[in-house]
């Protein structure tokens, strides 16, 4: 029997706190800041905050796209006040967003290396009712600080189609010319909330974090790493609900699921493993993601973890049906889910918006760990795809993830490396596409 209202929405943006925040990165070149702040963005995306980095280098390249390290010199009057200029205009931008497009975080992205800007900064922001998170990068790691300066060599901008070694002896005299006047956030500023992160994250110094969204950001950009390891998600092997066109339950894998559960050891070999590495397993807790993990042995270097917060979106009411019998039982509820698939929720059950919710202490883990396989389910699995690969809300609940296949995900500096695996075992097909109730179709090996 159809009930009364359709699914139930959250507002778009759920959050129980109403603080704007400027996150101020502090840190001499070369020290991962850009990094922090783009996987910072990223992270408060997914999690439905609206949050912007503005970059002072980019307004700064609009008047003086390739510099000499000389521009960097604080004796050079022209350069300081090119770089002053650089600074107000991303100042200005930042408060317009802020008060225009109702942005919420905004990351300033620039070295910040003076008590003098840094007094600036809090300043111009308090008086736009605008709070502060100071978050400073220090690094004397020779190996780290040379591994950044190479990237930056060959990713920015301000050396593009430049002779490579020439480049990294400018970008060194650059980051001299800073060390010259570079002071780090001292006791004289201990008003400021703040977060210094020495060595990426092996020290970490916290001050007056207070309210809880500033909490939420430091917890993660403590837990970033940047050693070097890969993700490898895959749905469970083809379940008996599958091959019924059934949604939700607890159904054990199919015939064809238990192939793959099998091939699933080789599988992960073929998309390489480095030698000597300790793989941890997160399956859910549903009989279909454990059968299909069990193969996947500790005497392998495998090691397993079940978590209640990687099962599968809750169908509610709609549990344990079809698409079509969905779509004539609750045919408003089947339209509203089309209309806003992510925000839609089933009658007692959950919206794509709710999984990502209960997935963050799963982000904040994998942020912390180095090898992991996740096996879990079609929706939990796009909402992880959809941290890791940017992906916006409207289109992730949407996304083709088929049974049988592998996906490797290699974060690296500046993105995130996808392969795919797919195992030579057919499987249905669960993607149902916006306007239909059909699914359900053979395909060949390895899904579609
Ligand atoms: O959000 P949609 O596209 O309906 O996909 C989620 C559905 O995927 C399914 C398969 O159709 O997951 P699962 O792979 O765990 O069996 C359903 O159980 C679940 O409701």
Request: charged residues 25%; hydrophobic residues 35%.
């Amino acid at each position: 029997m159809p009930l009364p209202l359709p699914g139930i929405y959250l507002p778009v943006n759920e959050q129980s706190d109403t603080s704007k925040i400027c996150v101020v990165m502090v840190g001499l070149p070369a020290r991962g800041k850009s990094l922090i702040a783009g996987k910072a963005m990223r992270y408060l995306g997914w999690v439905g905050i609206p949050a912007r980095v503005f970059n002072v280098g980019n307004y700064r390249r609009s008047n003086t796209p390739q510099p000499q390290a000389t521009f960097f010199d604080p004796h050079n009057e022209e350069g300081e006040r090119m770089r002053r200029a650089a600074a107000q205009a991303a100042m200005t931008d930042m408060l317009q967003w802020f008060k225009k497009d109702q942005g919420v975080v905004s990351i300033l992205d620039a070295t910040n290396s003076t008590k003098e800007r840094r007094k600036w900064i809090a300043q111009e922001c308090a008086a736009a009712g605008i709070e502060t998170l100071f978050v400073e990068s220090i690094c004397d790691d020779e190996d780290l600080i040379t591994n950044n300066i190479l990237e930056v060599k060959t990713t920015s901008p301000d050396y593009k189609g430049q002779d490579p070694e020439l480049a990294v002896s400018d970008f060194r005299k650059r980051i001299g010319n800073y060390q010259k006047v570079y002071e780090t956030i001292g006791e004289d500023e201990k008003s400021y909330p703040y977060v210094k992160l020495i060595n990426v994250g092996s020290t970490v110094i916290i001050n007056q974090i207070k309210d809880y969204l500033s909490s939420r950001l430091v917890y993660y950009i403590q837990n970033l790493h940047i050693k070097p390891r890969s993700i490898w998600l895959s749905r469970h092997g083809e379940s008996q609900y599958n091959l019924t066109g059934r949604i939700g339950g607890d159904s054990s894998i199919s015939e064809r699921g238990e192939a793959y559960a099998r091939a699933l050891p080789e599988l992960m070999r073929k998309s390489g493993i480095p030698e000597n590495t300790k793989i941890v397993i997160w399956t859910s807790t549903l009989r279909r993601t454990i059968q299909t993990a069990r193969h996947l042995k500790a005497d392998t270097g495998f090691e397993k973890l079940e978590w209640k917060a990687l099962d599968e979106l809750d169908s509610g009411v709609c549990d344990g049906l079809t698409y079509q019998e969905i779509s004539e039982q609750y045919p408003e509820d089947f339209k509203a889910r089309d209309d806003d698939k992510y925000n839609y929720r089933y009658r007692g059950g959950e919206s794509y918006r709710d999984v990502v919710i209960r997935l963050e202490p799963i982000i904040m883990e994998l942020e912390r760990s180095e090898n992991v396989i996740i096996v879990t389910h079609q929706a939990v699995l796009r909402c992880i795809y959809a941290y890791f690969m940017n992906i916006p809300q409207e289109n992730s609940p949407w996304m083709e993830v088929p049974l049988h296949t592998l996906i490797k995900l290699t974060p690296g500096a500046y993105g995130t490396d996808e392969k795919r695996f797919k195992a030579d075992i057919p499987a249905v097909s669960t993607w149902r596409g916006k306007g239909t109730s059909a699914t359900h179709q053979e395909f060949p090996a390895g899904g579609h």
